[in-house]
């Protein structure tokens, strides 16, 4: 059941008078419940109930948080049909959207789950003592990884459930014995209440620390800036605009004590198509790209808003055959007015833009909140003069740049701004003969893929998403799979530390049976 | 022979007008040679043959870095006598503390070349391919780190060997395949000439390309502030003061494209000295502590200027102890008259603070430079209430704060700053009685050490040096240890790539034979 309330630890609470209401796109209607947005005292006394909670948090075993994890999963799909309907009203998303991305999120609290209960991700090195050594005996040095404190987690509008409440940011971060605070997306913040609901429960039947997480809305910017700057918080993380991220940056970065912020942010995520790919698969290849474009209405970060081809009659005709594509495809709903304001406001900038052509845009009349597809196409020297049509558009719009040679291509490249994907089609024999603008791409990604589309992150060890600003605010870490538990944690070192003091992790009995590195040689074996 | 240039990759440049030279502290006069600072047109010299020489050396196999790096090594030695006397008139430390810097500069190196060329660092993991899964068919992801780009180091002025022009940033960068560009330290510019061209041969003699490495001079802010914005550098390595680390992180934090900043700036390395402990081990605690203060002049960055304890007889009798050991101590040089300027002027700050007793200060005539050492003691609630009491005094000083209680300790210990290390005096039987002050500890630092001392940092994969800011500017990595190659590295996916075009680090056949994450089990087998 929703109540519009703020979760204070395992407190509901509703001190503050601002007030908002979600709203349902399709229906083109406010839905009925009310909100409260925190004040500053609520959101104080949430972060310090984190801060109180790490004491005892950070040193709960794996099999405990392994439980705990577990348990917010179990607790989710218990909401069943009033999640599924909330998600549904508040997104315009379908049915089936709501259920995949549920069973997406259930997936990864479960990983998160196992990866924990196992015990190896603390990475234990052990060098043990060299008492006769010369001309210094050596110490008995042991380290592991250990939680930072309480993180921040900013939801995505686009991913109420995967990225959101206990989506990927906070299943890491609780996995890895932070606390959490998440700062509730107003567009779905009935979504978002009964998730953390359903956490809250999850807390409290496996007896974790009240405090452990807290759920605040919010519809404006103050608390979220509240949040940033407060002192006992140590880290955020944040999938959203390249605008809100860097605000949140740079909050952070202006603190006495800077704090890390992995912000998941903008991406155009380039598709090079080179020349034999375009000759043989050209229809294949048109149809293929306009239903990745339009996937989700466009509304996923590896949306793929830039497409790289060397000018000559096949590039031409791709371009004609994707146009005729996506004029095909129905116009669906996006997430909420303002994001199809958004849409509409930044396709107008793209296609306003100087020697620019429109080779395809929706022009029939479609329901309200529903976005109209666009394909645009420039040449290279254009595209390079012009950094405005670099800019994402968020919603189902590409822009085809048709280069002078493989060089203006390089060239183009490498003046991209950061990426999460970038993608490269090719004949087998034909990727080789390109290796510099291969080469340049990687150099601008996160994730190269190879004869496929970006759309689609897989949750898996492998995955990197993240990669050079603006696509991340920190490349050295990926928002997805169970190595992102890595930006929520930093190494510690325990010097001749007596072993029955020593977290299991690091006793000589290796309790855990977990893999680690003893005196430079990997082994899950006791001392 | 030190020319008093630059090296702008392999090639001293002296554009200039602007020039310096070095000071030899024990003989109170300057050095001969005349450094030149770099012009703004030779800092854009070396970036962009830095970032040129990214697109080859990232590629260049761990088999190749390692010989680059051991050739450093060799090259290193081979300066043999001048390096160490040059060493000796820069720094005034003795020539057995420059010999055995270059050692642990040599074994570093060394460490490095080893770790690269066995290959498994890169944390390769690879997901095979699933077409036949429902309802979407799975791809092949492959990840494994790689280089940020160029970077730029800023290396200490208490360490012209180990954490300079060839010390651990560099090795670190240069071992992941990231170009370096030297800062080159003012006070031990000579000695940083010298390493520079150990460097410079070895590059040439291995084949690496030009801009791999380059050595900058510069006497004020101008050239480090230059280097910072540099859109082309992608990382910097800092180690020195609070003051001048947070600069460098504020300037890239600005910068259009923000870059990781790891800075090892300040600490006071506070010891808690339990009851029983300071009981038993009264006079020898004393004696160890008196010389782990003032060793090396006390500039070490993990000098003990903090020591806690409960108040009782046995503490002003330790106090008392600790001031008769340490005034024996025969003062010794400090690096520099800055440095030694710095000190009088922070001890002097220290000293007149309210409510502070000074128990021991060494009064005697000393030569010009030598630091005169001192002990001071404050009430815990001094302590708590005065921020400047915190404050690092970068040489032989130190702090006795006598708390009241254990609730006291705990509470100073929770509001200190971030810390390189805690260090806990006990007996065998007490330390379990003090678990939140231990816990507490744990949380503001590094490393934690039992029944020792801070100073003396072991180079090896279990250590950690670096902690919460400001000791650091991000605690989730280490300065010092094989894994401090992981600051300047980022995870990197291939999807579906073919084989042939992976790097052998995720070829299905493992040609290096090293260990993968494969389908979620570690293994060096080939797919």
Request: proline share 6%; glycine share 8%.
């Given at each position: 059941?929703?109540?519009?309330?703020?979760?204070?630890?395992?407190?509901?609470?509703?001190?503050?008078?601002?007030?908002?209401?979600?709203?349902?796109?399709?229906?083109?209607?406010?839905?009925?419940?009310?909100?409260?947005?925190?004040?500053?005292?609520?959101?104080?006394?949430?972060?310090?109930?984190?801060?109180?909670?790490?004491?005892?948090?950070?040193?709960?075993?794996?099999?405990?948080?392994?439980?705990?994890?577990?348990?917010?999963?179990?607790?989710?799909?218990?909401?069943?049909?009033?999640?599924?309907?909330?998600?549904?009203?508040?997104?315009?998303?379908?049915?089936?959207?709501?259920?995949?991305?549920?069973?997406?999120?259930?997936?990864?609290?479960?990983?998160?789950?196992?990866?924990?209960?196992?015990?190896?991700?603390?990475?234990?090195?052990?060098?043990?003592?060299?008492?006769?050594?010369?001309?210094?005996?050596?110490?008995?040095?042991?380290?592991?990884?250990?939680?930072?404190?309480?993180?921040?987690?900013f939801?995505?509008?686009?991913?109420?459930?995967?990225?959101?409440?206990?989506?990927?940011?906070?299943?890491?971060?609780?996995?890895?014995?932070?606390?959490?605070?998440?700062?509730?997306?107003?567009?779905?913040?009935?979504?978002?209440?009964?998730?953390?609901?359903?956490?809250?429960?999850?807390?409290?039947?496996?007896?974790?620390?009240?405090?452990?997480?807290?759920?605040?809305?919010?519809?404006?910017?103050?608390?979220?800036?509240?949040?940033?700057?407060?002192?006992?918080?140590?880290?955020i993380?944040f999938t959203g605009s390249i605008k809100g991220g860097r605000t949140l940056y740079d909050?952070?970065?202006?603190?006495?004590?800077?704090?890390?912020v992995f912000a998941e942010m903008g991406?155009?995520?380039?598709?090079?198509?080179?020349?034999?790919?375009?000759?043989?698969?050209?229809?294949?290849?048109?149809?293929?790209?306009?239903?990745?474009?339009?996937?989700?209405?466009?509304?996923?970060?590896?949306?793929?808003?830039?497409?790289?081809?060397?000018?000559?009659?096949?590039?031409?005709?791709?371009?004609?055959?994707?146009?005729?594509?996506?004029?095909?495809?129905?116009?669906?709903?996006?997430?909420?007015?303002?994001?199809?304001?958004?849409?509409?406001?930044?396709?107008?900038?793209?296609?306003?833009?100087?020697?620019?052509?429109?080779?395809?845009?929706?022009?029939?009349?479609?329901?309200?909140?529903?976005?109209?597809?666009?394909?645009?196409?420039?040449?290279?020297?254009?595209?390079?003069?012009?950094?405005?049509?670099?800019?994402?558009?968020?919603?189902?719009?590409?822009?085809?740049?048709?280069?002078?040679?493989?060089?203006?291509?390089?060239?183009?490249?490498?003046?991209?701004?950061?990426?999460?994907?970038?993608?490269?089609?090719?004949?087998?024999?034909?990727?080789?003969?390109?290796?510099?603008?291969?080469?340049?791409?990687?150099?601008?990604?996160?994730?190269?893929?190879?004869?496929?589309?970006?759309?689609?992150?897989?949750?898996?060890?492998?995955?990197?998403?993240?990669?050079?600003?603006p696509?991340s605010t920190?490349?050295?870490?990926?928002?997805?799979?169970?190595?992102?538990?890595?930006?929520?944690?930093?190494?510690?070192?325990?010097?001749?530390?007596?072993?029955?003091?020593?977290?299991?992790?690091?006793?000589?009995?290796?309790?855990?049976?977990?893999?680690?590195?003893?005196?430079?040689?990997?082994?899950?074996?006791?001392?």
């Amino acid at each position: 059941m929703i109540t519009g309330k703020n979760y204070i630890g395992n407190q509901l609470s509703a001190k503050g008078s601002k007030t908002y209401k979600t709203f349902n796109p399709q229906l083109n209607i406010e839905n009925d419940p009310v909100y409260t947005e925190a004040t500053l005292e609520e959101i104080d006394e949430a972060v310090t109930l984190a801060s109180n909670a790490f004491k005892i948090f950070r040193t709960v075993s794996g099999q405990q948080k392994a439980e705990f994890l577990n348990t917010i999963a179990d607790e989710i799909l218990d909401l069943d049909d009033e999640l599924i309907k909330t998600y549904c009203s508040e997104t315009g998303l379908p049915e089936g959207r709501a259920k995949g991305e549920r069973g997406r999120t259930i997936g990864q609290l479960r990983s998160f789950a196992q990866f924990v209960a196992e015990g190896s991700w603390v990475d234990a090195t052990i060098d043990t003592a060299q008492p006769d050594r010369k001309p210094m005996p050596k110490s008995d040095i042991r380290k592991m990884l250990i939680p930072l404190g309480p993180v921040v987690v900013f939801g995505a509008s686009n991913f109420p459930l995967a990225y959101s409440t206990a989506g990927g940011d906070t299943a890491a971060a609780l996995a890895s014995g932070c606390p959490v605070i998440v700062k509730s997306h107003p567009m779905h913040a009935g979504t978002g209440e009964l998730v953390a609901s359903a956490i809250v429960k999850a807390a409290e039947k496996t007896n974790m620390p009240n405090g452990v997480f807290s759920n605040i809305n919010s519809s404006g910017i103050e608390v979220g800036t509240h949040l940033v700057k407060h002192p006992r918080v140590k880290a955020i993380g944040f999938t959203g605009s390249i605008k809100g991220g860097r605000t949140l940056y740079d909050l952070a970065a202006q603190r006495e004590e800077p704090i890390p912020v992995f912000a998941e942010m903008g991406s155009i995520n380039p598709v090079v198509i080179l020349p034999e790919a375009l000759k043989n698969q050209n229809e294949s290849l048109a149809k293929t790209y306009a239903n990745s474009i339009t996937l989700g209405t466009g509304q996923f970060c590896t949306n793929p808003g830039l497409i790289l081809g060397i000018k000559n009659e096949a590039l031409s005709n791709f371009i004609q055959n994707l146009a005729d594509e996506i004029i095909q495809i129905e116009p669906s709903c996006m997430l909420h007015p303002n994001i199809i304001g958004a849409y509409q406001r930044k396709k107008q900038t793209a296609i306003s833009q100087p020697h620019l052509s429109v080779v395809a845009s929706y022009e029939a009349d479609v329901q309200t909140n529903y976005a109209k597809q666009a394909i645009t196409t420039v040449e290279g020297k254009t595209f390079l003069d012009n950094p405005a049509l670099h800019q994402e558009v968020f919603g189902p719009f590409s822009m085809v740049v048709q280069c002078e040679n493989a060089n203006q291509l390089e060239q183009i490249i490498s003046q991209l701004e950061g990426q999460l994907t970038g993608t490269v089609i090719t004949e087998p024999y034909e990727a080789s003969k390109y290796t510099d603008v291969i080469s340049a791409l990687q150099n601008r990604v996160g994730r190269i893929i190879y004869n496929g589309v970006p759309t689609g992150v897989e949750v898996c060890p492998s995955m990197v998403h993240g990669g050079p600003y603006p696509s991340s605010t920190d490349s050295r870490f990926t928002a997805v799979g169970i190595h992102s538990i890595k930006r929520w944690v930093r190494p510690f070192s325990y010097q001749d530390w007596p072993n029955e003091l020593l977290p299991d992790e690091l006793k000589n009995e290796n309790p855990l049976e977990i893999s680690r590195l003893v005196n430079n040689k990997q082994t899950s074996d006791k001392l």
